[in-house]
């Protein structure tokens, strides 16, 4: 198991490495100067050589890529031009903002997406199937724009069920006191219900859009782990013996697919957490995604890479937690991994 | 002469009949055929796109069908005149992503060991972005145009090719065919390209339709964001976009319509893919 886990780590790190790598030659060495980009086309040559003096955009490339890695070690991600902070405190404060919407993304698409995918794997071919692999389609074939524009004009604009879309609270209320960073928990630690409920109503639309969207990857991928397992040897001796068709289901299949399933969940929450710039923006939400965009109106390239790395990042270390946490479920997966 | 033509019968029968045990393949076709056909005469049939040729903020009638934007511009003309350009690129993106990673999959397959490794750790590092903000930032750092859209996006693209073709490679290499090239004294780019990537490129045909779609939802978030395609062009995205604030102050149809248009072509792209892919209903 020790094994198992270092070659987990060790493949990690290298990921990350060449994660800082790429992210660095995409920002500073590809054509382009981040300088001159920052200040626009109207900028004097005086003020990009001054910004670029201050960017050390001058130095050796070797010399920058040292320099940049020596700062992220210790945390700092550079300056932000664009806002004069660090890059790491411009990102970091809004990163609960950003985990509270994406788990609340996940929840949704996983209560709508792993009973139904169970359903149609329990019957393929049946109603809750076919219907369910329309949804699937449906689901992903909608620009997340589009899906949240309709759920605003639907819930908001027509039906007056869910406020607008301004961001985590409505204008001019307090948030609770900061606890996590996350609006509803902390304020259910403040005590505060009515407050919590109001954050549980700002936090709905942009949750359903995520969520509805990642629902359709979360019910295929369950229905095909499920499915697969029907093939298999142990399924058809525990019906051969004459147990149930729900409980074989339930009971074998399901804990055989978990596997996958999990993979899937730590995937999907990777992909809410990085894909939701758009949803940020239409909701006026100030996470992470709503930064990169404002980075983008501005030109600062420096925002957007620490952007881009934390994303990357994050994406890593939750397939290495699902990595682990695979080894520990199943003796097959840590024995293979330590016999390549 | 009789078998011939009875064969010939069967054969010619074959086809509806099996399109029509596969409904999602015909309706995808069909949308498919549908859009391309009006991609290539709508374009004469309805007003210049860029025209103002009524009132802002018709709703939809029979005169304006899908209404008119906050210039009075005609949206269904705007809609048509889209689809060839939202199809272009697409199509475009997924072919590049298809052959870069077409090519990178086989000699990663093909020539295993160290070659192997340091390709596959490169493709971890591109999976570990969601392929939109790779696009956006690529796009972002070396400036905007059509070609470099297409090319951001398809590097976005192009990681789950090179895991489609080399996962196939590595069953086909042990093959006799390969054994047999070889030992005919073929070098390795021949066995690897004129062999080894026509037997291993069907998973990464039937990926194609699927990144075509992914392609067209991601121009249109790029759009959103002021990257990629910019107003005034008529292109699906951009009009969702600029559709966008009209959603609260009650002109749906600006943004609806050219939405549901990404809708149905993804859509349309799905089923062809899927059903491709074996996953049948």
């Not at chain 1, 500073?28 to 382009?32: M, S």
């Not at chain 1, 819930?155 to 069920?161: A, D, G, M, P, V």
């Not at chain 2, 025209?51 to 018709?58: H, N, S, T």
């Given at each position: 198991m020790l094994r198992y886990v270092l070659r987990r780590l060790a493949i990690s790190a290298v990921t990350v490495a060449g994660l800082v790598l790429v992210t660095f030659i995409v920002v500073?060495?590809?054509?382009?100067d981040a300088a001159a980009a920052r200040l626009g086309p109207e900028a004097s040559q005086a003020d990009i050589d001054a910004l670029r003096a201050q960017l050390r955009l001058d130095d050796s490339l070797p010399k920058q890529l040292l320099d940049y890695t020596t700062g992220l070690l210790k945390g700092d991600l550079g300056p932000a031009v664009s806002t004069g902070r660090p890059v790491s405190d411009e990102l970091f404060d809004r990163l609960p903002a950003t985990i509270e919407l994406a788990f609340a993304g996940l929840v949704i698409a996983l209560l709508i997406g792993f009973p139904w995918g169970l359903l149609a794997a329990a019957r393929p071919g049946r109603v809750g199937d076919v219907s369910g692999r329309l949804f699937a389609v449906l689901g992903s074939s909608m620009a997340p724009i589009w899906l949240g524009l309709l759920l605003i004009f639907g819930?908001?604009?027509?039906?007056?069920?869910f406020p607008g879309p301004v961001g985590r609270l409505a204008i001019g209320t307090l948030p609770p006191?900061?606890?996590?960073?996350?609006y509803v928990f902390d304020s259910l630690l403040a005590g505060d219900f009515g407050l919590a409920w109001q954050s549980i109503q700002y936090l709905a639309l942009p949750a359903l859009t995520l969520g509805l969207g990642a629902s359709a990857a979360v019910f295929k991928m369950v229905r095909s782990a499920v499915l697969h397992t029907a093939d298999s040897g142990f399924v058809r001796t525990a019906r051969a013996y004459g147990v149930p068709g729900r409980e074989v289901l339930l009971r074998d299949q399901l804990r055989n697919a978990m596997l996958q399933v999990l993979t899937a969940i730590g995937l999907v929450f990777g992909f809410l957490l990085g894909g939701n710039i758009i949803v940020e923006r239409l909701f006026n939400w100030p996470g992470m995604g709503r930064v990169a965009y404002d980075a983008l109106g501005s030109n600062d390239l420096g925002l957007l890479q620490g952007y881009a790395l934390i994303i990357g990042t994050i994406y890593i270390l939750l397939n290495l937690v699902v990595d682990l946490v695979y080894g520990v479920i199943d003796p097959r997966v840590r024995l293979g991994g330590s016999n390549s | 002469m009789s078998t011939i033509d009875a064969g010939a019968t069967a054969g010619t029968r074959a086809w509806p009949g099996t399109l029509l045990r596969r409904p999602f393949l015909l309706v995808g076709l069909t949308i498919v055929g549908i859009l391309l056909v009006l991609g290539l005469v709508g374009p004469f049939l309805v007003?210049?796109?860029?025209?103002?040729?009524?009132?802002?903020?018709?709703?939809?009638?029979?005169?304006?069908w899908f209404g008119t934007d906050s210039f009075g511009r005609d949206i269904f003309a705007r809609c048509v005149n889209a689809i060839w350009l939202d199809l272009a690129i697409g199509v475009s993106v997924a072919v590049l992503a298809m052959i870069i990673g077409s090519a990178i999959g086989v000699i990663a397959g093909y020539l295993g060991g160290l070659v192997d490794d340091v390709i596959m750790r490169c493709v971890d590092i591109l999976m570990a972005f969601p392929g939109f903000v790779l696009a956006m930032i690529l796009l972002v750092s070396i400036g905007e145009s059509l070609p470099k859209l297409a090319i951001a996006l398809a590097i976005a693209q192009v990681a789950p090719f090179v895991r489609l073709v080399r996962a196939k490679v590595l069953s086909e290499r042990e093959l006799d065919y390969v054994a047999a090239a070889r030992v005919s004294g073929a070098r390795w780019p021949r066995v690897a390209f004129r062999h080894l990537l026509p037997n291993s490129i069907r998973p990464a045909a039937v990926q194609l339709t699927l990144v075509c779609g992914y392609s067209i939802l991601n121009v249109s978030g790029l759009a959103y964001l002021g990257v990629g395609i910019h107003p005034p062009t008529a292109e699906w995205g951009v009009m969702v976009s600029e559709g966008a604030a009209n959603m609260l102050t009650g002109q749906w149809w600006t943004a609806f319509f050219p939405g549901l248009l990404i809708a149905i072509t993804v859509m349309a792209l799905h089923f062809i893919g899927d059903d491709l892919g074996g996953d049948r209903a």
């Open positions: 500073r060495i590809l054509p382009g819930f908001y604009s027509t039906w007056h069920l006191p900061e606890v996590t960073g996350t | 007003d210049d796109p860029s025209a103002r040729v009524a009132e802002p903020f018709l709703a939809p009638s029979g005169s304006h």
